[in-house]
């Protein structure tokens, strides 16, 4: 089983995915299959983003159930949200996922602490900002270690 961090941008078509509404969050292609691969019910999946130049754990999800297209086509087709048009779909648990009221920075420190992202502290002194050594680092779904989960879920513990 493996827990991912994934990484959204608000879209200027306003596809809205993940959608924390209804807790889900859609992917095909590569990262779909990678979703099929390696996440299973009981998984969390971290979202983050990045707005006024900083980077952001936004919510995670703790996995109730994955549909993909061909088994769940017809549940996938009769979603209410913008993940209805993915191959794969979470759906989140209402009782164990969470939506942060405040966002949890994700800045050098934390990105140094999670240690299944490979990120060391020289990575930031390549010239660039912290937040695009981050992005780079974290633009592709990455799978985050047990021992990273409870970091997250303890530092996200009292954010709303």
């Known amino acids: 089983m ?7 941008i608000s879209r200027e078509d306003n596809h809205v ?3 924390f509404t209804y807790l889900t969050y859609g ?3 590569t990262r779909g299959s990678q979703i099929i691969n390696s996440v ?3 998984s969390y999946v971290f979202f983050h983003t990045s707005f006024n130049g900083k980077g952001y754990i936004t ?10 297209r061909g088994e769940n086509g017809a549940e996938i087709a009769s979603l209410v ?5 993915d ?3 979470i759906l989140g648990s209402r009782e164990r996922s969470k939506i942060l009221t405040y966002p949890l920075p994700f800045e050098r420190g934390l990105a140094v602490e999670l240690t299944s992202l490979g990120i060391d502290s020289t990575r930031f002194d390549s010239g660039q900002s912290e937040l695009q ?6 633009r592709t779904h990455r799978e985050l270690s047990a021992v990273d989960v409870e970091l997250l879920l303890n530092k996200c513990l009292n954010l709303g």
Do not use: H, M, Q, W
């Open 40 to 42: 299973l019910p009981s």
């Open 17 to 19: 995915d993940p959608n």
């Open 27 to 29: 992917d095909s292609g």
């Open 133 to 138: 050594t981050i992005s780079n680092a974290t």
């Open 2 to 8: 493996a827990n991912l961090l994934i990484k959204y």
């Open 87 to 89: 191959d794969v779909v």
């Open 59 to 68: 919510a995670y999800f703790y996995v109730e159930r994955i549909l993909t």
């Open 81 to 85: 949200t913008d993940s209805k048009v």
